[in-house]
């Protein structure tokens, strides 16, 4: 009998009616199935959650951070479990899934958790003679996270972390793609003590997502929405927030830029474009779409880039999975209306790559012009644009010229240069002579423009899911 993953209500397991599959990209056949919530399942999972608000936000700091705290030693244990669930919903590897995103998740649940009893409101001065003032920071109440397939643990943990230390009680609506890494969690937090009905985990087939999610945001007791995805949805997201009156905070997708200066240390330069490129098959909000390169290096560039994929390749290793097949026909439309455009392969090739599962090999390609797709769309997989610049105005221009503005990097030997350049990008994170994938507890993590608002992580990251309540009185 094929495995079905449930539904967590209440701190119960909830088995539905309907169910959907649940394909692995590694074979492209089904691995297990998925209960499938009904915009019912999910009105009782928001009653779930204002139910046991009232208690949740009263406890006191420490016990919700030894909570958060223990969840994270469960997940730490449970590591290389969970990442076998990444790796079979998702297609990642072992490097991306037991090296990186489940690690990172822990260790911002852990800085979350910490940051837990500097929660603190303010004694100002005010105007009135013989009058007192406080400014307090209260939990907001029950939050709705919609989060996405493709780093599920960082965007799990990101989402109801930050809101269950604030006071607040959530469900995570998870992606149909990897229902059961979203389950894992819960079920972390479950048995590190969460009371019931603090944390639900709900997941529905994608036919039904519309309607679900609706009944959610439309619930008087769902106070705000923080959703991670495409631009497209959000936009769907934002626009059904806006109706009901509900602030949301959005982080998208990204076309990011990385800027190749006519100083740059090559080696550095070629490694973290790489990197920033192919980590996780491309398939990161973050990921380095674009490359912007001096016209005066762009040769040596080009040799070392090709020379670096030549050393680096294994004849026998089978090429990166993509995540289902409609993101590889995407992305494969994508390449070839470029190519028939004028565009050329740096590396790779027009060959996808190997017969088992949802495979693509990865490409840069040169000769690319601003008005092509493969340019301007997010690719989501292993496949950058290679483009040359003569000053660094130009170099400016073309990075912010995208709707998006997530990520961007600048590879350059001069520090100075390096930061005014950053100035000028249109960016929520600017990295300089490293990748543009970078994401760790300390520092705040959204965008501007179509890659949304808001801030997770860090302080910023919890006063997102916190109210402003001022009180006067007099003496």
Known sequence: MTETIPLLINNKSITTPKTFPVTSPYTNTPIWNSSSASPEDAIRAVEA?????????AT??????????????????????????????????????AGFVVPLSIRMLREVAGRITSICGSVPVVEGEGQSAIVFKEAMGVILGIVPWNAPYVFGIRSAACALAAGNTTILKSSELTPRCYWAIGRAFQDAGLPAGCLNVIHCAPEDAPAVVNAMIEHEAVRKINFTGSTAVGRKIARACGANLKPCLMELGGKNSSIVCEDADLGVAVGGVLAGAFLN????????????????????????????????ADASALPPTLVNTASKA????????????????????AGSGGDEGVRMAPAVLGGVREDMDLWQEESFASVAA????????????????SGYGLSAAIFTEDLRKGLRMAKKIQSGAVHINSMTIHDEPALPHGGVKNSGWGRFNTDEGLNEFLVTKSVTWMD
Request: proline fraction near 3%; aromatic fraction near 6%; hydrophobic fraction near 45%.
């Open 330 to 349: 995407r992305v494969e439309a994508l390449i070839a209306n470029a190519v028939s455009a004028g565009a050329h392969f740096i590396s790779g090739s």
């Open 281 to 312: 098959s491309g398939q990161i909000c973050m990921a380095t779409d674009r490359i912007l390169v001096h016209k005066s290096i762009m040769p040596a560039f080009t040799a070392a880039l090709q020379t670096a994929l030549s050393a680096g």
């Open 60 to 97: 006191k700091p420490t016990v919700r951070r030894d909570i958060l705290l223990k969840a994270a030693d469960i997940l730490e244990a449970r590591l290389e479990t969970n990442a076998s669930y990444m790796q079979q919903e998702m297609g990642a590897d072992k490097g991306a899934s």
């Open 386 to 401: 290679c483009m040359p610049f003569e000053s660094e105005e130009e170099a400016i221009r073309l990075a912010n010229g």
């Open 49 to 57: 959650a204002n139910a046991a608000f009232p208690a949740w936000s």
